[in-house]
Nanobody, 112 residues
Framework: QVHLVESGGGLVQAGGSLRLSCAASGTIFSIYALAWYRQAPGKQRELVAAITRGGSTNYGDFVKGRFTISRDNAKNTLYLQMNSLKPDDTAVYYC??????WGQGTQVTVSS
């Protein structure tokens, strides 16, 4: 059974940083493309960042160089380093394995 657990969310002031982690178990982590999505209240879920098995990355247009996605296959862990956070980044952030498996989400709140 695949299990994903996000951590690292919290409350931060605008301009601050957070590092999200997503620990996976129950699957061969390295074979999947991985991604972070977010969903703000009243809005649709949107892609934040994705990383392929080979390490290629792509980001939502709103990221504009502020976030970095990375993966550690030895630790079965996905990361999202978020810098220069803005109030508009406030959302629940979810990790995904192959868009098939999802974590429970971690809340990120950015105060102005």
């Amino acid at each position: 059974q695949v299990h994903l657990v996000e951590s690292g969310g919290g409350l931060v002031q605008a301009g601050g940083s957070l590092r999200l982690s997503c620990a996976a178990s129950g699957t061969i982590f390295s074979i999947y493309a991985l991604a972070w999505y977010r969903q703000a209240p009243g809005k649709q879920r949107e892609l934040v960042a994705a990383i392929t098995r080979g390490g290629s990355t792509n980001y939502g247009d709103f990221v504009k160089g502020r976030f970095t996605i990375s993966r550690d296959n030895a630790k079965n862990t996905l990361y999202l380093q978020m810098n220069s956070l803005k109030p508009d980044d406030t959302a629940v952030y979810y990790c995904s394995l192959g868009d098939r498996f999802w974590g429970q989400g971690t809340q990120v709140t950015v105060s102005s």
